[in-house]
């Protein structure tokens, strides 16, 4: 009868060092994502801008779509007792009583100028994503 030893080959064998990580992963994965819910749904207070006149709003943003800047809209709108986030656009088009933009995100979308509280030129570094 032949002899046979059972060799066992741990992590550290190959080279692995236990930084006590490994077990305590699933309890941090389950804090981090809860922190991460808890983050998502906190409600942030954003300032409202000086309300722009018509006739400003339109000055800005026939300039931009001229020059094909990207511009920053706070909407005239209030949700949860605090305004939108400024839209980060560039104008594509206007017509019908309406203003037709790229968000930066890759969406399209309109607007109507009523709509709009106060807008002002974006940094076209900020626009491509240039900054370092």
């Known amino acids: 009868m032949e002899d046979y030893s059972i060799t066992r080959v741990t992590p550290e064998y190959y080279g692995y060092k236990d930084r006590k990580i490994v077990k305590w992963l699933e309890m941090m994965l389950s804090d981090h994502t809860e922190s991460l819910k ?16 018509i006739e400003e709003i339109s000055e800005v943003l026939h300039r931009a779509y001229v020059m094909g800047l990207p511009v920053a809209i ?3 709108t209030i949700r949860n007792g605090s305004y939108y986030k400024d839209v980060q656009c560039k104008l594509a088009d ?3 009583g309406k203003i037709h933009l790229y968000v930066i995100d890759g969406r399209k979308t ?5 709509e709009i509280r106060n807008v002002e030129f974006m940094d076209v570094l900020d626009w491509y994503g240039k900054r370092v």
Not at 38 to 53: C, G, N
């Open 38 to 53: 808890k983050e998502k749904h906190k409600v942030t207070e954003i300032e409202p801008k000086e309300e722009m006149k």
């Open 74 to 76: 706070q909407a005239n």
């Open 94 to 96: 206007y017509g019908g």
């Open 110 to 114: 309109s607007c109507a100028i009523e």
